[in-house]
């Protein structure tokens, strides 16, 4: 796994764990968001295209966030082995069930937030909200 921005590395772990999955605009507001939040937070962003994350990471130092209570990873390479307590799928549509699959071999998660459309047909979401309720992790679409 590759190392990643990590602001205040001598926070203690293990508050909420959150993967967002993917940091383009949707994403970005997301983490913006999640940033406001004063409780203590482990932020792991993933997003495949290595420019998307470099510019979410000069953002987020530009701007005046409380980062006294976060720990923030960033990768373009999947985090294993995490309990994430909410998953913020901000990703296309197109192989989104293939995406949680991969998520959730690799890691565990209560709970998951999907972002725009869910699914690209209504086969596919059964399919994702069968597997999903064999794993009892709470999801939601926004």
């Not at 390479?77 to 549509?93: E, P, R, Y």
Request: glycine share 4%; charged share 25%.
């Amino acid at each position: 796994m590759e190392a990643g921005l990590q602001f205040n590395s001598n926070y203690e772990m293990k508050k909420f764990n959150i993967l967002l999955y993917g940091c383009g605009h949707i994403g970005f507001r997301h983490l913006q968001g999640i940033l406001k939040c004063k409780e203590k937070i482990n932020i792991y962003v993933y997003d495949i295209n290595l420019k998307q994350i470099e510019l979410v990471k000069k953002k987020i130092l530009t701007q005046n966030n409380n980062l006294s209570k976060k720990y923030i990873n960033f990768s373009h390479i999947l985090f294993q082995n995490i309990k994430f307590d909410i998953v913020i799928m901000a990703n296309t549509s197109a192989k989104r069930l293939e995406n949680i699959k991969y998520i959730l071999k690799q890691n565990s998660a209560k709970n998951i937030i999907i972002e725009k459309i869910p699914f690209q047909s209504i086969e596919e979401f059964i399919r994702a909200k069968n597997f999903l309720n064999k794993r009892s992790v709470h999801t939601w679409i926004n």
